[in-house]
């Protein structure tokens, strides 16, 4: 369908969210959008690979080669150039500005694995919020998709899940729980919510 929205997804390492947006997409679960390109940071992230395997046009934009303005101008650059409406933050570990963010507003959505308003913000980034979280010593955590604004983690929610935190949980068996329970469903859930709007918009 000529219709569907264009989604860049943005990413940072294992792309299990990538992957669970491009199962999907496959099952015809995102009627509305279409993921045409996949950006990383990091040439060696996994998720360039899965990427890769699933046909999706991929880019490598480095921040460390080219420091944080170049960076985004090059990124806006991408996502122009390829016409991208929804932006999806999956796993994508470097916080934009707010030049960055105006210039989409609420066309960027985040999945954060934690219930925002907890674990969140600047530091609070992959096992540090499971680690902060059993710290903490709360009984539930979960996962948000938002909009993504000038406040890390701070845009409107659009999806949340809890998940039960067990005894003996570690870090990574948090993760892998706040993942297959709630991260994999909701992200692909809002992609096509918000496709949808995009489509509706236009
Ligand atoms: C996911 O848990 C995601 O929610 C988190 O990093 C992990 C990436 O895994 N994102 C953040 O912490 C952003 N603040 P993935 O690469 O396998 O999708």
Same mark, same amino acid.
């Given at each position: 369908m000529l219709n569907k929205a264009k989604i860049a997804v943005l @990413? #940072?390492?294992?792309?299990?969210?990538?992957q669970a947006l491009i199962d999907a997409q496959n099952e015809g679960k995102i009627k509305s959008g279409e993921?045409?390109? @996949? @950006?990383?940071?990091? #040439?060696?992230?996994?998720?360039?690979?899965?990427?890769?395997?699933a046909g999706i046009k991929t880019a490598v934009v480095s921040k460390k080669e080219l420091g944080a303005q170049k960076f985004e101008e090059k990124l806006v650059e991408v996502l122009t150039e390829n016409g991208i409406e929804l932006i999806i933050l999956a796993g994508f570990m470097c916080i934009l500005s707010e030049s960055f963010t105006s210039r989409y507003p609420k066309r960027i959505?985040?999945?954060?694995? #934690?219930l925002i308003p907890s674990f969140c913000g600047e530091g609070?980034?992959?096992?540090? @919020?499971? =680690?902060?979280?059993?710290?903490?010593g709360v009984k539930v955590t979960g996962a948000t998709v938002h909009f993504v604004?000038?406040?890390?983690? %701070? %845009?409107?929610?659009i999806l949340q899940r809890a998940v039960e935190i067990k005894d003996g949980d570690t870090p990574e068996v948090l993760q892998r729980r706040v993942m297959e329970e709630a991260e994999w469903h909701l992200?692909? =859930?809002a992609a096509e919510l918000v496709s949808a709007e995009i489509i509706k918009e236009r």
């Amino acid at each position: 369908m000529l219709n569907k929205a264009k989604i860049a997804v943005l @990413v #940072s390492g294992g792309g299990t969210n990538l992957q669970a947006l491009i199962d999907a997409q496959n099952e015809g679960k995102i009627k509305s959008g279409e993921i045409v390109l @996949v @950006v990383s940071n990091n #040439s060696d992230a996994f998720a360039l690979t899965r990427a890769e395997k699933a046909g999706i046009k991929t880019a490598v934009v480095s921040k460390k080669e080219l420091g944080a303005q170049k960076f985004e101008e090059k990124l806006v650059e991408v996502l122009t150039e390829n016409g991208i409406e929804l932006i999806i933050l999956a796993g994508f570990m470097c916080i934009l500005s707010e030049s960055f963010t105006s210039r989409y507003p609420k066309r960027i959505i985040n999945v954060h694995p #934690s219930l925002i308003p907890s674990f969140c913000g600047e530091g609070f980034y992959g096992l540090r @919020v499971h =680690e902060a979280a059993l710290k903490y010593g709360v009984k539930v955590t979960g996962a948000t998709v938002h909009f993504v604004n000038e406040i890390p983690d %701070g %845009g409107e929610i659009i999806l949340q899940r809890a998940v039960e935190i067990k005894d003996g949980d570690t870090p990574e068996v948090l993760q892998r729980r706040v993942m297959e329970e709630a991260e994999w469903h909701l992200l692909p =859930e809002a992609a096509e919510l918000v496709s949808a709007e995009i489509i509706k918009e236009r």
